[in-house]
């Protein structure tokens, strides 16, 4: 007898996003404590594909078997942030003055593919498999944290943070 088989799985995943925060052409006084501007993102694609193939073939005088088994991901995650302060505001503070974009995305792939064949027969049998994964998993991000053409008094420090802090397992 003869027997083959084949399993293919496609996964497609992608995500993303524009984010922002910002203070424009303003005056703010926050004599009571800081003032924190901050735009994060923190996406995540958590992907599962799998793809079996079993292949079984018996005969009296001859036996093939054929398996192949295969798992294709794509997962890609791009993000547009911006923090600032701009256009003229006035911020006066007594503690900390923060501007921050922050991306804390990530993509998690679990790929499994498994591909098996067997054959007997009473004189001759061939039994081939064959299985195999392939992922493309990629994060883009655009982080921009500003302080533009603004004025910032404080009686404490003033930060101005763009941080990708990205993962792909």
């Not at 798992?71 to 923060?98: K, P, Q, W, Y």
């Not at 498999?129 to 990629?138: K, Q, R």
Request: aromatic share 2%; glycine share 10%; hydrophobic share 50%.
């Amino acid at each position: 007898g003869i027997s083959g088989v084949i399993a293919v799985t496609v996964a497609t995943n992608s995500i993303g996003g524009v984010y922002g925060a910002t203070i424009f052409d303003s005056d703010v006084d926050a004599l009571a404590g800081g003032v924190t501007v901050s735009a994060t993102a923190d996406n995540s694609i958590d992907a599962i594909a799998v793809a079996v193939a079993i292949s079984v073939a018996l005969g009296s005088s001859f036996a093939g078997s054929v398996a192949v088994a295969g798992v294709i991901a794509e997962n890609i995650l791009t993000n547009s942030l911006t923090a600032g302060i701009v256009s003229g505001s006035n911020i006066g503070a007594h503690g900390l003055v923060g501007v921050s974009a922050t991306d804390t995305s990530s993509i998690k792939a679990t790929l499994v593919s498994v591909a098996a064949s067997i054959s007997a027969s009473g004189s001759a049998s061939v039994a081939f498999s064959i299985s195999a994964t392939v992922a493309n998993n990629e994060i883009g991000s655009t982080l921009k944290a500003t302080i533009d053409d603004s004025a910032v008094d404080t009686t404490d420090a003033v930060s101005v943070e763009a941080r990708a802090d990205t993962l792909i397992s």
